[in-house]
T-cell receptor, first 115, second 114 residues
Framework: KAGVTQTPRYLIKTRGQQVTLSCSPI?????VSWYQQTPGQGLQFLFE???????NKGNFPGRFSGRQFSNSRSEMNVSTLELGDSALYLC??????????????FGPGTRLTVL | AQSVTQLGSHVSVSEGALVLLRCNYS??????LFWYVQYPNQGLQLLLK??????LVKGINGFEAEFKKSETSFHLTKPSAHMSDAAEYFC????????????FGTGTKLQVIP
């Protein structure tokens, strides 16, 4: 099976702009989660989608949003970019199992640089 | 807030020596526990996981971890370090009812000295 893919891999934006990142999960996986990784804050959970519904949300401002499509592909959007949004954004997918918790498989990430 | 703590942001070992990376979680209810490895400019790769059952978990690349409820620990070990083990390692937990909301430790960078 193909792994989790994320596009684009690298992105440069300027302050005030908005950006959309894309994630295609492993075939058959219905849960998609997003994480932000920075040197200062480490890995932080953004949100999780399951069957097109947001099931969990981290402590990020409303500028960060996401959605999931019927084919389980997911996008996250960051509006009004700030310098501090520069980070590696990781997407992870999980298979559907009873109880709702299982291993997450990570994509290679999208490196966002805000100038 | 429930958390996971990794002791030591940097660990150096000689090639062939024992690798020990420490992880402690904070919960009275045993969570799901994971160790991930990250190589530079790459995503995270699962090394091993503990859900239920046997407390000694074997993973890929010769790594293993032992779940100790009494110590709320899940330390990662490898008997003999290899140069290719140099990477950053993350302990992670999913607490009961957390679905896929993963809480990560701050990470430990492992340096292997030839």
């Amino acid at each position: 099976k193909a792994g989790v893919t994320q596009t684009p891999r690298y992105l440069i934006k300027t302050r005030g702009q908005q950006v959309t990142l894309s994630c295609s999960p492993i075939s058959g996986h219905r849960s998609v989660s997003w994480y932000q990784q920075t040197p200062g804050q480490g890995l932080q959970f953004l949100f999780e989608y399951f069957s097109e519904t947001q099931r969990n949300k981290g402590n990020f401002p409303g500028r960060f949003s996401g959605r999931q499509f019927s084919n389980s592909r997911s996008e996250m959007n960051v509006s009004t970019l700030e310098l501090g949004d520069s980070a590696l954004y990781l997407c992870a997918s999980s298979p559907p199992i009873a109880g709702g918790t299982d291993t997450q498989y990570f994509g290679p990430g999208t490196r966002l640089t805000v100038l | 807030a429930q958390s996971v703590t990794q002791l030591g942001s940097h660990v150096s070992v000689s090639e062939g020596a024992l690798v020990l990376l420490r992880c402690n979680y904070s919960s009275s209810v045993p969570p799901y526990l994971f160790w991930y490895v990250q190589y530079p400019n790459q995503g995270l790769q699962l090394l091993l996981k503990y859900t239920t059952g046997a407390t000694l978990v074997k993973g890929i690349n010769g790594f293993e971890a032992e779940f100790k409820k009494s110590e709320t620990s899940f330390h990662l070990t490898k008997p003999s370090a290899h140069m290719s083990d140099a990477a950053e390692y993350f302990c992670a937990v999913i607490y009961s009812g957390g679905y896929q909301k993963v809480t990560f430790g701050t990470g430990t960078k492992l340096q292997v000295i030839p």
